[in-house]
């Protein structure tokens, strides 16, 4: 048993190094080949015709910056304002933003949408009437298609009956809520105080009034979080029955961003520490009626995450895991990242850029990449294995020269039992499931060729 733990923690210890978290390949830093506006916009509208002939339609992403006070753990684009009349002009710019697309893309019909989901920073920071301003905008120059989804991200502190009663009548019926820790010394950390009772009273306001899939996110290894305290938040979870979990691995970047500083790394459980905090949420969950999904991720088997997790529908983005997949995803609002499936856009991340490039008629993009042949090959293992745990290029369609060399790179953690492999096919183990993101970094091609002189990423444990 003790060389059992010790050997679990040297690969622990061995496997922790910096790695992205493969929300889209290729990572943001190696996006290389700006489009032009044109070029975007042309890859959307190709998109969309390829959608619109198998009944589908676009995904729309918005994202909401604002927040009444910071999380200091939190690595989100946010404005941190006690000015409630910050969002209505924000909504104002981003339904013209909405309108500049559909110029752009000169389109003699209303677009498909199959999905709305409201992203932040907070976007219950916007009361009853904005978000219905916002909706109906979007909705009064948009098509959607009978299985439309709609989602929001809200945060139990600031989230009214009256803001949610709006949304369910809006059509909303997935609902994420921010929880990370109830442990009293932990929320006192990272400045984000919410009791059980707040959290118990809107999921039952909810529920009564019609979503019928709640989501909570957790984060594990913030500072001050011991074995105790997530047994002590599981089962207040557990309590309280949520249909989905988000059981994110807490990213350490304070050279992005400076709110982490609050704490320092001395308050943080180390590689191996943070790992057992997981490893016990995930036992807990489990013997709570929860599945395991690709990373960090939980549902119970009635929610639709599971169902497409087993009938290998699940895809993953920007956003984390979801059942299925959106081309294009346009992203409205300030930092918003946009993906036709050929072509990556972000939006200005600098909430007065992005204000002044609309207002000028400019669709606000300042970064984006063309994917290669081989970005797009790629693409598709990373996602296997991100949400099946296993990948093969046995077909034509998904071979490229760069795997040729994958099984060197995975040579070590096929003798650690973490993979297994064969001529063309790479599985990850149940004893690989922890380094899942390690065994990514073997196919990405451009972190291989250029391994970044700064840290810029969290590290993978
Ligand atoms: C935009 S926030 C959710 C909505 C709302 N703002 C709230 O906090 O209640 C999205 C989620 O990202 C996660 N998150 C934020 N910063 C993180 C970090 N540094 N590491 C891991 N997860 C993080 C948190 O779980 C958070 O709930
Ligand atoms: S965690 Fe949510 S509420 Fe807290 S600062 Fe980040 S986006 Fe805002």
Redesign the pocket.
């Given at each position: 048993m003790q060389a059992t733990i010790s050997a679990a923690s040297e690969l622990l210890k061995k496997y922790d190094v910096p790695g992205p978290r493969y929300t889209s390949y290729p990572t943001i830093v190696y996006w290389d080949d700006n489009p032009t506006v044109e070029d975007w916009t042309a890859s959307v509208a190709q998109a969309l015709d390829e959608t619109e002939r198998v009944a589908g339609g676009a995904g729309l992403y918005i994202h909401i910056p604002f927040?009444r006070s910071l999380?200091t753990?939190?690595?989100?684009n946010?404005r941190i304002t006690r000015h409630t009349e910050a969002s209505k002009p924000y909504v104002e710019t981003v339904l013209k933003e909405w309108s500049l697309y559909r110029r752009k893309l000169e389109r003699q019909h209303p677009i498909p949408l199959t999905e709305i989901h409201l992203?932040?920073?907070?976007?219950?920071f916007l009361p009853p009437d904005e978000l219905a301003q916002l909706i109906e905008g979007i909705l009064s120059h948009a098509l959607l298609t009978p299985d439309a989804e709609f989602s929001i991200?809200?945060?139990?502190?600031t989230t009214t009956k009256e803001q949610l009663l709006m949304l369910a009548r809006l059509g909303f019926r997935r609902l994420?809520?921010?929880?990370?820790d109830f442990d009293a010394r932990v929320q006192d950390i990272v400045n984000?105080i919410q009791t059980e009772e707040q959290v118990r009273a809107v999921t039952m306001e909810a529920r009564a009034a019609g979503f019928t899939s709640i989501n909570y996110?957790?984060?594990y290894?913030l500072p001050f979080q011991t074995l105790k305290s997530v047994e002590q938040t599981i089962e207040a979870v557990r309590r309280l029955r949520p249909d989905r979990i988000?059981f994110?691995?807490?990213?350490?970047?304070p050279w992005i961003?400076p709110g982490?500083r609050r704490f320092t790394e001395m308050d943080l459980p180390s590689g191996e520490e943070k790992r057992a905090l997981y490893e016990l949420g995930r036992a807990l969950l489990e013997e709570a009626g929860y599945r395991e999904i690709g990373m960090d991720h939980f549902a119970l088997e009635t929610d639709s995450l599971w169902r497409a997790s087993a009938e290998g529908t699940l895809h993953r983005n920007f956003m984390g895991y979801i059942t299925r997949q959106s081309a294009p995803l346009i992203g409205l609002g300030v930092s918003s990242i946009s993906d036709s499936w050929s072509v990556f856009t972000q939006n200005e991340k600098k909430l007065e850029d992005y204000v002044a490039r609309i207002k000028r008629d400019e669709l606000p993009i300042f970064r984006g990449h063309q994917l290669t042949k081989e970005d797009r090959i790629l693409r598709r293992h990373i996602l296997n294995l991100m949400t099946r745990f296993e990948t093969s290029w046995e077909s034509r369609e998904l071979y490229v020269p760069f795997l040729e060399t994958v099984n060197e790179r995975l040579a070590e953690m096929r003798r650690d039992g973490l993979v297994k492999l064969s001529d063309k096919r790479c599985e990850v183990t149940a004893d690989g499931r922890p380094f899942l993101r390690n065994v990514c970094m073997a196919f990405d091609a451009r972190l291989v060729r250029k391994v970044p002189a700064t840290q810029i990423f969290?590290r993978t444990i």
């Open positions: 927040c999380c753990y939190c690595g989100c946010t992203g932040g920073g907070t976007p219950t991200e809200a945060d139990p502190r994420s809520l921010g929880i990370q984000r996110d957790l984060i290894g988000a994110y691995a807490y990213a350490h970047v961003k982490q969290s």
